[in-house]
């Protein structure tokens, strides 16, 4: 089993839409959360970091934490076709240096 | 904000031949490093973490004698593929985190925009 799971979709929504994205996660160990966007053959870049359970919103991006479920989500408000990338989840240890990614999920907007 | 650059972004190469790619921090210090493969469709995994100065942290069933990581000073990093095959064709990013980054994860992160290998 994975230590982060992430349905890879593809998800497709009409422009306007709200884009839902989740991650599940089985250590507990994992305390700092991170949402990535990464379009196709570039590196991924950072949209949302949390590490506290609850919400946190930037813009159109809400970023959730359930630490008690293991569980963080990804909302995008009002997507638009250029929010048609791959997002992924990633999450550090505490006592550790290291991403560990989800698996990304493609989202397609279609205008 | 800060900014990693990568280099080359895209390389074709023949088979049996070595392919150097740089990743450098462009205004920051970079401490640590880390290089990732990615191949279509899937999610980074990542081959090894390289500090300024000593030897690269390599992950399990990566094979450090084929990709060769040097990591020379506080802002650049190299990722050499040594005697290519066409199995190592792949899309290579780099991420660099600073030095005095104090939140895990919060701007301490940055993705280089990745090499596409090929190799034939």
């Known amino acids: 089993q994975k230590e982060v799971e992430q349905d890879p979709g593809p998800l497709s929504v009409p422009e306007g839409a709200i884009v839902s994205l989740n991650c599940t996660y089985s250590?507990?160990?994992?305390?700092?959360f991170m949402w990535y966007r990464q379009y196709s053959r570039k590196g991924p870049e950072l949209l949302m970091y949390?590490?506290?359970?609850g919400n946190k919103e930037d813009g159109r991006f809400t970023a959730q934490v359930d630490k008690s479920s293991k569980y963080i989500s990804l909302f995008i408000r009002d997507s638009q076709p250029s929010d048609s990338a791959t997002y992924l989840c990633?999450?550090?240890?505490?006592?550790?240096?290291?991403?560990?990614f989800g698996g990304g999920t493609r989202v397609l907007v279609k205008p | 904000g800060a900014v990693v650059s990568q280099h080359p972004s895209w390389v074709i190469c023949k088979s049996g031949t070595s392919v150097k790619i740089e990743c450098r921090s462009l205004?920051?210090?970079?401490?640590?490093m880390f290089w990732y493969r990615q191949f279509p469709k899937q999610s980074l995994m990542l081959m090894a973490t390289?500090?300024?100065?000593?030897?690269?942290?390599?992950e399990q069933g990566v094979e450090k004698d084929k990709f060769l990581i040097n990591h020379a000073s506080l802002t650049l990093s190299t990722l050499t593929v040594t005697s290519a095959h066409p199995e190592d064709s792949s899309f290579y990013i780099c991420?660099?985190?600073?030095?005095?980054?104090?939140?895990?994860?919060?701007?301490?992160?940055?993705f280089g925009s990745g090499t596409r290998l090929t190799v034939v």
């Open positions: 991420s660099a985190r600073e030095s005095y980054s104090s939140d895990r994860g919060e701007d301490g992160y940055t």
């Open positions: 250590n507990s160990a994992f305390q700092y």
């Open positions: 949390t590490y506290s359970s």
């Open positions: 990633a999450m550090i240890k505490a006592a550790g240096n290291k991403l560990t």
């Open positions: 205004d920051f210090q970079a401490t640590t």
């Open positions: 390289s500090n300024e100065g000593s030897k690269a942290t390599y």
